[in-house]
């Protein structure tokens, strides 16, 4: 059952779909619409299947075998698509191991999870993501003590003014 539901969250010994929202703006984006309509569907697609995470295999074969199943699709056309969208900017390929992955950037600022339902990916970590990530990371502690650091002084200055 497990290896069935291997591209699916598996929890509790059931076997669960995942649910993606699609923007209905997506359809208005220039850059996505500059996208032959196969490569539209594909996308789609990869954003239906992603992980969690928003990592997804990036090779044709599990590409096709994903999304097209048993449609008559060539491998050739599956790497023009991609080609096609590896120009997009919020997604990118990268290789890790010898095989080939995409990662959705920014993708928690479109799909919305449930914080104790989301699953780790088991997919790598791109160094890219990881690198954005960690500068992320830095940005948000950097304004925190900021933050505290003004609220500190703005106390401070209060106490001063009730103090005689």
């Known amino acids: 059952m497990q ?3 291997k591209e699916l969250t598996f929890k509790k010994g059931i076997c669960m779909a995942r649910k993606r929202m699609i923007s209905p703006n997506i359809w208005e984006d220039p850059s996505f619409n500059s996208l032959s309509k196969e490569a539209r569907l594909l996308f789609v697609g990869m954003i239906s299947n992603a992980d969690d ?4 295999r990036g090779d044709g074969r599990s590409l096709k075998r994903l999304i097209f199943g048993f449609d008559d699709i060539g491998s050739v056309e599956i790497l023009n698509w991609t080609d096609e969208i590896r120009k997009l900017k919020n997604i990118h390929f990268f290789e890790a191991d010898e095989e080939t992955y995409a990662h959705f950037l920014k993708w928690n ?7 104790d339902r989301i699953q780790a990916s088991s997919y790598p970590k791109c160094s890219k ?10 940005e948000v502690k950097l304004s925190k003590d900021k933050l505290s650091k003004d609220n500190i002084t703005t106390t401070t200055i209060s106490e001063a003014k009730a103090s005689p």
């Open 129 to 138: 993501c990881i690198a954005s990530d960690k500068q992320m990371l830095t």
């Open 3 to 5: 290896f069935l539901c």
């Open 109 to 115: 600022d479109h799909q919305k999870q449930q914080k």
């Open 53 to 56: 995470e928003g990592y997804i």
